[in-house]
């Protein structure tokens, strides 16, 4: 009898010993780590200024397809990334890279996954990084890489470069 008591603790052994790990940590406290924050850019007064985005007009095309032109005060050949969202959707319906000349740009037509987007409200999207890897090396060159770049819409990228971001929202 005694040793089948004897082996009926050891196979148990190992049972309670899995049970008493989570309990082993539980009593000790968690050295606290100092309090950080991250420097950011200054961006006091970015968005002072006249307007670069000067108009934006989304339509629609005989076929459904929707196309975006507008004016910009922003040199020639300054790409601008256009996406059309859903009111509070994350995801982007249609987007397209269009390309400033002469002040004014168009995009070209833009349908969603399944064809034309249906009738209803929109959320225009209109972004421009400014640095090397978005704009050829004369755009950088006239705004001096975005140092000087103000008006509605500029902010700094994660890295400190200037970029343009703004929301239009339109009925279709």
Known sequence: MRRANATAVRSLLPVL?????P?????REKPQQPVTFEHLPDTTGLSQGAAILQSFAPYRMSNGAVRVSGEARLPDSTKLQIAIRAPGGSVALAMAQVVVFGGRFESPPLLGDLGPLPAG??????????????????????IASGSGLR????????????????????RL
């Open 23 to 27: 309990l082993a940590g539980c009593s």
């Open 121 to 142: 409200d929109y959320r225009f999207e209109v972004l421009a990084h400014f640095d090397a890897d978005w704009q050829p090396a004369s755009v950088l060159h006239e």
């Open 151 to 170: 008006g509605p819409g500029v902010t700094r990228a994660r890295n400190g470069d200037a970029a343009l971001f703004l929301t239009r929202e339109a």
């Open 17 to 21: 010993a899995i049970c008493a790990l």
